[in-house]
């Protein structure tokens, strides 16, 4: 079998959440990172839609985060099950609220102050695509910004919408976790763990994130004070806590 080839935008917090799973099950890759747009043509030209991430296989393309992790998950491979049995049905319908809801908002509140900030973009596009393609973006900044806040919708009413919807789906995971449990479906880390803590992540600024972030204290102050507030919410501790425990095991080699 020809090595999975994951194609990304290294920072995306699906992609993370894809490189985890990958990792975890033991499955070896290589990654081909592009920054936002780039990817397009990177997607299309594997026989793909549109976004990432999308994991080019010797026969296929498979171009969904979820589908991912269930292919991974059914690949003789090492690493544990993403989708143990007793949990499965629990564990993907878990994931599939979390892309739907918490994914799209957490990346729309976060664009919001990122993509106003050249220095923040740079810093965020710092890792892991082409330099081709940062000094592309660097010049067609301009477009790219209003492309991307169209087609995600970033305005002030959209982020605002997003923030209230990040809270919902906290208090949620909060709610199911003040049993004592230590993972959302019981004593086992699952792809709906996977899910909540990439999905989070931009939100949350874990130190173990697949590709390095700024530094919080680079964000404006009001933002750095909403990241407190979420870091200190029960789910955001425990979105830290595995991706501190968990994601930092995943990446020691098998
Ligand atoms: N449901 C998809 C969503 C993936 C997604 O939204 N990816 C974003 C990056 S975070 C993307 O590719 N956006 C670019 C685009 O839509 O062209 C999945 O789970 O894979």
Known sequence: MSTPRLITIPFSHFCDKARWALQRRGIAFVEDGHLPLFHFLAVRRAGGNRT????????????????????ADAQPAPGPRLYPEGVADEALALEEDFDRHLGPATRRWAYG???PDRGLIREVARHGAPSWQRAGLE?????ARFVMRKAMRIDDAGVA???????EVFDRVGERL???????????????DITFAALAAPALYPAEYGVPFPPVERFPAAIQAEVARLRAH???????????????????PR
């Open 52 to 71: 990432v991430p999308a994991l080019a296989l010797a026969d296929r393309l498979i171009g969904d985060s979820t589908e991912i992790l269930q292919w």
């Open 113 to 115: 102050f990122i993509l």
């Open 139 to 143: 010049l067609g900044l301009p477009l």
């Open 161 to 167: 919408r997003s923030r209230v919807k990040i809270d």
């Open 178 to 192: 003040a049993d004592g449990r230590p993972y959302l479906t019981g004593d086992q880390l699952t792809a709906a």
């Open 234 to 252: 029960p789910a955001g501790a425990f979105g830290l806590r595995i991706y501190a425990e968990d994601r930092a095991e995943e990446r020691r």
